[in-house]
């Protein structure tokens, strides 16, 4: 009795139209009945949404590939390649604060609809991480490359060796050496000038993460997170956003999220894997990036008030919803009906 449940069970939650079903000492292949779930409406295809104000720019990037019937994982890729080639922003790719040694060094990461996942740590040079995180999904038997190894992938695969540090994040650089201490104080950023909240995590020199995520016209999911980090971190730091599960993650069953703003707070509660298992069992996308923020003011309620963490997630129902600790997080979102910046909900006021 309790085996049958258990099957029913599953075969509801199976994909519409045809679901395969094991459970313990039962195996069938059943036509999945054609109810509607409690979920509500057909999602609203395709769509993207990705973090902080050059998402719509990368979302116009990405929709390029999305209106023309292409895939969710191409359509990330495609996106945030324009936020790193910017060089206008301190935070992602080209044009990125360095380390507190001047290194620029990129964290990146990608995942499509079946679980392939790729990703690059604290790899220099080169212009386009996302890509290389790519093609370390596609090309290797592994998930993940770091520093001179990733260097070296990439090289191999034709990317060039370029110089990221522009004048202007040198400059910024050199101007934070004046006081900063090169001691392992977590968030020293938010000490360089505490007068100033373009230091906090959050603040225009300090936040930036692109996470993006995408539904194609088929309801397929993609997800792609870059970053050059927290500025002026140390040499060989890598936060959260090229960590599986943490900055970014995707399930073809439930949906993705993306996170920006402090990585190690995000690492601790794998903030991102979190938001899709709370959004498995039901919950809405803002709630679970709600619960995600919460969890992280219940560890330290005295860290988390000096502190930027965002969340952005959406279901495969095409609901989306974000939440974040301070105020000032914004996300934008395209689809047939929209294109524009949303502000996420804070727990701050
Ligand atoms: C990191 N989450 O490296 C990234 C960067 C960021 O505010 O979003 N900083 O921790």
Not at 315 to 326: I, S
Request: some cysteine; aromatic content about 6%; hydrophobic content about 40%.
């Amino acid at each position: 009795m309790v085996k049958r449940r258990r099957f029913l069970q599953q075969s509801v939650k199976g994909m519409a139209g045809l679901a395969v079903t094991a459970t313990a000492g039962i195996t069938a292949t059943v036509k999945a009945p054609a109810v509607k779930t409690s979920r509500g409406p057909a999602p609203n295809l395709p769509i993207v949404l990705s973090t902080w104000d050059f998402g719509m720019a990368a979302n116009k990037g990405a929709w390029e590939v999305l209106s023309a019937g292409g895939r969710a994982v191409d359509a990330v890729e495609a996106g945030v390649r324009i936020t790193e080639a910017e060089g206008t922003n301190f935070t992602v790719g080209y044009g990125g604060l360095p380390d507190r040694d001047g290194h620029v060094t990129l964290d990146a990461c990608i995942m499509d609809d079946k679980y392939g996942c790729g990703s690059v740590m604290c790899l220099e040079h080169i212009m386009h991480p996302i890509s290389v995180a790519r093609l370390v999904m596609e090309k290797t038997p592994h998930v993940i490359l770091v520093g001179d190894g990733a260097l070296q992938f990439a090289l191999a695969n034709g990317f060039k060796r370029e110089n990221l540090l522009t004048p202007a994040a040198e400059k910024a650089w050199k101007e934070w050496l004046k006081t900063a201490h090169y001691s392992p104080v977590i968030n020293i950023e938010n000490k360089a000038n505490p007068n100033s909240k373009d230091h906090l995590p959050g603040g225009k020199y300090n936040h930036d993460t692109i996470g993006m995520i995408a539904l194609d016209r088929q309801g397929n999911i993609g997800g792609a997170c870059t970053t050059s980090g927290m500025a002026f971190k140390m040499r060989g730091r890598v936060g959260d956003s090229p960590v599986i599960g943490a900055g970014l993650y995707v399930d073809n069953e439930v949906g993705g999220a993306t996170a920006t703003g402090v990585g190690e707070e995000v690492i601790r509660i794998v903030g991102s894997h979190l938001i899709v298992e709370l959004m498995r069992q039901g919950a809405a996308p803002e709630q679970a990036c709600r619960d995600a923020v919460e969890r992280i003011v219940k560890r330290s309620p005295s860290k988390a008030k000096d502190l930027q963490v965002g969340f952005l997630a959406i279901n495969k129902q095409g609901e989306y919803g974000a939440f974040c600790l301070q105020q000032g997080f914004s996300y934008a979102v395209k689809s047939n009906t929209e294109d524009q910046m949303h502000p996420g909900k804070s727990y701050y006021p």
